[in-house]
């Protein structure tokens, strides 16, 4: 195999997307701080932490996605976001990056955690829909106490507006036992029609597409009864609306008011529990 060839390999089976001669992510200014990790904890990077547990920088995905739009002027306003779990990464361009301890944490280092661009668009869906999309979230989770082995990358982060309670020793399509948005329960069974009750979206242009399995919104992105649309700052792209937003948050004043994960956002109930990463 050629050298340049082999590189190239080696490059694709880390997960890098990028890179450059001093091995740094090709990203400006890649030693800013954008946020800190607060103090006290740990952020968990690792395939088990991302996509079968609340995960506080994809959290802050989800919220930038919200915020993205919701910021902007001649936006119709944005109701939560969502970030599928498998966006999230620990191989970094270098090292193996399973564990952010607290502390600052970068853009070059926030590109290596998001390292794909995914376009960020927004559309709107019904009751129905959302809660298809959250069961289909959690419907490969592990009930306890199974060791959580391949768990799905389909596994969906929330923004704060959510707050939904799962269990897992439930079958698939019944896990999710409660569920509020923007403060307002939404019950399954009694979901009330669309467009007179629909909720604005954000997402990765990923699942928009159905790809992970979310065939429920496949074509919506395209569809105008939908009111699609693109996030419309920081290129449209997850990992630097993202880090604009982390930049202008109360988590890059200081190490106590760092990143650190809402447990509230997604409650576990009878689910199998990932372990702290090594590292």
């Not at 074509?219 to 630097?240: C, E, H, L, M, T």
Request: proline residues 6%; contains cysteine.
């Amino acid at each position: 195999m050629k050298p340049l060839v082999a590189a190239a390999v080696a490059v694709f089976a880390s997960g890098c997307l990028a890179y450059n001669d001093d091995c740094q992510a090709l990203i400006d200014n890649p030693n800013e701080r954008v946020a800190f990790v607060a103090r006290g904890t740990e952020v968990f990077l690792d395939r088990p932490n991302a996509r079968h547990a609340n995960n506080a920088v994809a959290q802050a995905a989800a919220d930038a996605f919200v915020w993205v739009f919701n910021s902007a002027e001649g936006n119709a306003r944005v109701d939560f976001g969502l970030i599928n779990g498998g966006a999230v990464r620990d191989q970094g361009a270098c090292v193996l990056r399973s564990i952010l301890r607290e502390g600052p944490l970068t853009r070059g280092v926030l590109g290596e955690i998001l390292p794909f661009e995914n376009p960020v668009r927004v559309v709107d869906l019904s009751e129905q829909e959302v809660f298809e999309v959250l069961e289909l979230s959690v419907s490969r989770l592990f009930a306890a106490p199974t060791p959580i082995t391949s768990p799905s990358g389909a596994f969906l982060q929330v923004s704060r507006e959510v707050s939904m309670e799962v269990d897992c020793s439930r079958l698939p399509n019944a896990r999710v036992t409660a569920l509020r948005i923007g403060g307002q329960t939404v019950t399954r069974g009694s979901f009330r029609p669309f467009p007179a009750t629909k909720y604005r979206v954000a997402m990765p242009g990923f699942i928009l597409a159905g790809n992970d399995g979310y065939t429920v919104l496949a074509g919506k992105g395209d569809d105008p009864a939908r009111n699609p649309a693109q996030a419309p700052r920081f290129g449209g792209v997850d990992s630097r609306i993202t880090m604009a937003y982390l930049i202008q948050s109360d988590f890059n004043q200081n190490v106590e008011n760092g990143l650190r994960v809402d447990t509230n956002r997604v409650r576990f109930v009878n689910c199998s529990v990932p372990t702290r990463p090594v590292q």
